[in-house]
């Protein structure tokens, strides 16, 4: 029996999605696949809010963001963390053996614009990274605020780790002057993971250029170079099934309205975060929660384990805690094109199996 996935990713995918995953191949140089990535990086543009350079990478999202710290570090990256998303940027750094520091802050609470402040001012960094929607907690950093500090300090390139939040909240990329925002397809945007994508800024390609080693399949800049050169078209063979299968999604997306696929976002927040108030408790700061997902306490003690087991009977799947959080939280994901009715429905079944009063 299929499970309907509630998990960080993941996410459920419509049929209709997983039906253009079966389009019949073309060739990866062939006017179609120019045509193809072309309408795709449209897009993307509009969804992200940008006119910087898209780039498609057949990966997870990790192999982008190995690629941004790698590609565009030349001093030394400034790397902050609230959860484990975070920190794994800063290992990535390290080894590929870019120069790095990590900041991290207790899980649960959000990089502040004092702590990028305090950090940039020293004129020790010419890289940050930050995780807009850390999913080991539940934690959405408070992305504009931030934006604004570093925006004073123009020569540091801004990368921004949106995996579990783009198409599901808004980030206006240009406006906030990010140079490399990363996303996946297995989580808000909606489709099978296999498939990564970034924006590529002016500054951070003028940046590549004068870093000597920067790998060479996630190397951004030989990828931004070769689809200018080759009309959009890759160095390695793309993914073919999820260009066609994310062309159609973006449609879906577009056609549904970004503000209403945003605010839809919200609605499903608030529906489970007032639900884990009333049995259990909120893991992050009230000040800072994720549009995507909510990451409950488990102030009574449950088997989470068990209440996985029991909801996989039913038909649904939700996440344990993330690491050391494992049955101290658990996770419910309300991402892509879950529905408000379809979250009402998994908080029914939880609230049943574990006999507590239902939240109305």
């Not at 925006?151 to 808004?170: E, I, Q, R």
């Amino acid at each position: 029996m299929h499970k309907k996935l509630f998990i960080p990713g993941p996410v459920e995918v419509k049929p209709a999605v997983l039906e253009k995953m079966a389009t019949p191949m073309i060739g990866h140089r062939s006017k179609d696949a120019s045509q193809l990535q072309k309408r795709i990086t449209g897009k993307l543009q509009e969804i992200l809010y940008t006119k910087e350079a898209i780039l498609l990478s057949t990966s997870s999202g990790s192999g982008l963001m190995e690629g941004a710290v790698r590609s565009c570090t030349l001093k030394r990256a400034a790397i902050f963390a609230a959860g484990a998303f975070g920190v794994r940027w800063y290992d990535m750094a390290r080894s590929n053996n870019v120069p790095a520091d990590l900041f991290e802050v207790e899980w649960g609470t959000a990089i502040t614009p004092d702590m990028i402040n305090e950090v940039l001012s020293t004129g020790k960094y010419d890289l940050i990274t930050i995780t807009h929607n850390e999913t080991s907690t539940g934690l959405m950093n408070p992305l504009e605020n931030i934006a604004d500090v570093v925006k004073a300090y123009p020569d540091v390139v801004f990368c921004l780790d949106a995996v579990s939040s783009a198409g599901g909240s808004k980030i206006k990329v240009d406006e906030m002057g990010i140079d490399i925002c990363i996303t996946s397809t297995q989580k808000a945007l909606g489709l099978p993971p296999g498939m990564a994508l970034c924006t590529f800024s002016r500054k951070a390609i003028e940046r590549a250029q004068e870093v000597p080693h920067r790998g060479y399949y996630l190397d951004l800049l030989s990828l931004y170079n070769y689809i200018q050169k080759k009309d959009h078209q890759y160095p390695s063979t793309p993914s073919l099934s999820h260009m066609f299968a994310l062309d159609y999604q973006l449609d879906c997306i577009l056609d549904e309205g970004l503000e209403e696929r945003f605010a839809r976002h919200v609605e499903m927040a608030e529906y489970t975060r007032q639900w884990a108030r009333e049995h259990f408790a909120l893991f992050a700061d009230e000040r800072y929660l994720s549009n995507t997902l909510t990451a409950v306490k488990n102030t009574r003690n449950i088997d989470i384990a068990d209440l996985n087991r029991e909801l996989g009977i039913r038909g649904y799947q939700i996440s344990n805690g993330y690491g050391k959080l494992r049955e101290k939280t658990f996770r419910i994901a309300h991402m892509a094109d879950c529905t408000l009715e379809e979250l009402k429905e998994l908080i029914d079944n939880i609230s049943d199996i574990l006999k507590i009063k239902n939240y109305c």
